[in-house]
């Protein structure tokens, strides 16, 4: 990812966020869930993080 200008830590935050979710990732779950949602927008399959 390119790197900004960013003050408040924004894009910091949102490749922790991401990095969250691939750490999690479930492709089944994923599959099931593109499909449910019929779109073939890319879902990690994460139904829930736990602390």
């Known amino acids: 990812?390119?790197?900004r200008n960013d003050p408040h830590g924004a894009e910091a935050l949102a490749d922790a966020i991401a990095d969250a979710f691939a750490a999690?990732?479930?492709?089944?779950k994923a599959r099931e869930m593109a499909a449910y949602m019929k779109t073939t927008m890319p879902f990690y399959g994460v139904q829930k993080l736990r602390a």
Do not use: D, G
């Not at 999690?24 to 089944?28: E, F, G, T, W």
């Open 1 to 3: 990812m390119t790197k």
């Open 24 to 28: 999690h990732a479930n492709a089944r």
